[in-house]
């Protein structure tokens, strides 16, 4: 493993590699990545080494190219040459997959993007992107919890019926928490994200997007089906919300696993 590079791979069978949300960090992953691991090779990968240890190290403000560029090479050690896998990414990790996808489209059999958050896409996407700034801004000014509760409002269109208030944390905490680093590194950086459609429309036969069943009318779900719509994908919803991951690990590692060995799972219609 090149030293720079931060994956675990478990299992046999063909090769899934994960690409976690938020900071990139897996944890909540390994439940359902165990159930996977019986028919996959799950390569899981850790963009930040964040579970390698390097959290409490420096980090720089993050881009979406950088994660996917580590992806394809995360592919590179495991998988043979001429071979492809199936990829999975989940909230900042979709955006991942989505450019993994569009840039190096001959590696990849099949792709799961679940919720990415490239929001720009929607016709109100700057009004969306700038609640992300928001959520920010509300970091810095009023620390993790007032942002938990402005992001909240944000993802679910609604305002916050409080706004508490908070300490922000010094610059060392910071690199010590995973939504810290989401927070500052991440969430802005990648929500600029635009996502490549005329790629992502070429590859649409190897796409599905997602979304959880508990965030319809959410902005997530609404942007997964835009996107599904607009570059003629798959759209399949999964169990939970936008953590269903962690909510569901069985029920969201058997849709997913069907999903990508037999296109199981019953897609929703984009015109409703």
């Given at each position: 493993m090149a030293e720079d590079l931060h994956y675990d791979v478990h299992g046999k069978g063909p090769v899934l590699l994960i690409v976690p949300g938020g900071s990139g960090h897996p944890m909540g992953f390994a439940p359902m990545t165990d159930v996977l691991a019986d028919r996959f090779t799950v390569v899981t990968y850790d963009p930040l080494g964040l579970a390698h240890g390097r959290l409490g190290q420096p980090v720089g403000d993050q881009r979406v190219e950088e994660w996917s560029d580590g992806a394809r090479r995360v592919l590179d050690e495991v998988l043979p040459e001429g071979e492809s896998a199936s990829a999975f990414g989940s909230?900042?990790?979709?955006?991942?997959?989505?450019?993994?996808?569009?840039?190096?489209?001959?590696?990849?059999?099949?792709?799961?993007?679940?919720?990415?958050?490239?929001v720009g896409v929607l016709p109100d996407g700057a009004r969306q992107q700038a609640m992300f700034r928001e959520v920010y801004d509300t970091y810095r000014a009023a620390g993790l919890q007032a942002a938990a509760v402005r992001l909240g409002a944000g993802l679910t269109g609604q305002e916050p019926e409080e706004r508490p208030s908070g300490q922000p944390l010094s610059p060392d905490e910071e690199l010590v928490i995973p939504m810290a680093l989401f927070l500052t590194r991440v969430l802005r950086q990648f929500t600029s994200y635009a996502p490549a459609l005329p790629a992502l429309t070429a590859s649409s036969a190897r796409l599905t997007l997602a979304a959880g069943t508990d965030s319809r009318g959410q902005l997530l779900h609404r942007t997964a089906r835009f996107l599904a719509k607009h570059s003629g994908s798959r759209f399949v919803e999964f169990p939970g919300g936008h953590v269903g991951v962690a909510e569901h690990p069985v029920a969201f590692a058997e849709l997913l696993a069907g999903t990508l060995l037999g296109g199981c799972g019953t897609p929703v219609p984009l015109t409703t």
């Open positions: 909230s900042s990790g979709g955006i991942a997959v989505l450019d993994l996808l569009a840039r190096n489209p001959g590696r990849l059999s099949h792709v799961v993007a679940h919720e990415p958050p490239c």
